[in-house]
Nanobody, 115 residues
Framework: QVQLVESGGGMVQPGGSLRLSCTAS????????MDWYRQAPGQQRTLVAR???????VYAGATKGRFSISRDNALNTVFLQMNDLRPEDTAVYYCSTTIGPQIHWGQGTQVTVSS
C-alpha cells in the first residue's frame, strides 16, 4: 500500500519560510515523479511543483521563484522549500504521485500565512 506522509506545515508571518517534507513508502521512489499540490478553502486543488525522477522541476506560475522542490532518493523524501510566503499561500499542501492510472495522495499539511 502506497503511503505518503507530509510534515512541516504550520503558521508563519508574511515573508517567512517553511520547509515541507513528504516521505513515501511502498513505491519505487527513485523512478517516480513527485508532486506538491495545494488547496485553499473553497478552491480546487492545484499543482504547486513537480520533480521528475531525473531531477527536472516544474513550477506553477504563482510560486515560481519563491518555492523550490527537491528530493532525496536515499530517504524516499521530497521537499518543498517555501520562501517569502504570502497570505494567499495559505492552504492545505498535499504530496502526490501517480502510479499507472492511480493518483496517490498524502493526508495533507496545513500552511497558514498570517500576521
Amino acid at each position: 500500500q502506497v503511503q505518503l506522509v507530509e510534515s512541516g506545515g504550520g503558521m508563519v508571518q508574511p515573508g517567512g519560510s517553511l520547509r515541507l517534507s513528504c516521505t513515501a513508502s511502498n513505491i519505487a521512489f527513485h523512478s517516480s515523479a513527485m508532486d506538491w499540490y495545494r488547496q485553499a478553502p473553497g478552491q480546487q486543488r492545484t499543482l504547486v511543483a513537480r520533480i521528475f525522477s531525473d531531477g527536472e522541476t516544474v513550477y506553477a506560475g504563482a510560486t515560481k521563484g519563491r518555492f523550490s522542490i527537491s528530493r532525496d532518493n536515499a530517504l524516499n523524501t521530497v521537499f518543498l522549500q517555501m520562501n517569502d510566503l504570502r497570505p494567499e499561500d495559505t492552504a492545505v499542501y498535499y504530496c502526490s504521485t501517480t502510479i499507472g492510472p492511480q493518483i496517490h495522495w498524502g493526508q495533507g499539511t496545513q500552511v497558514t500565512v498570517s500576521s
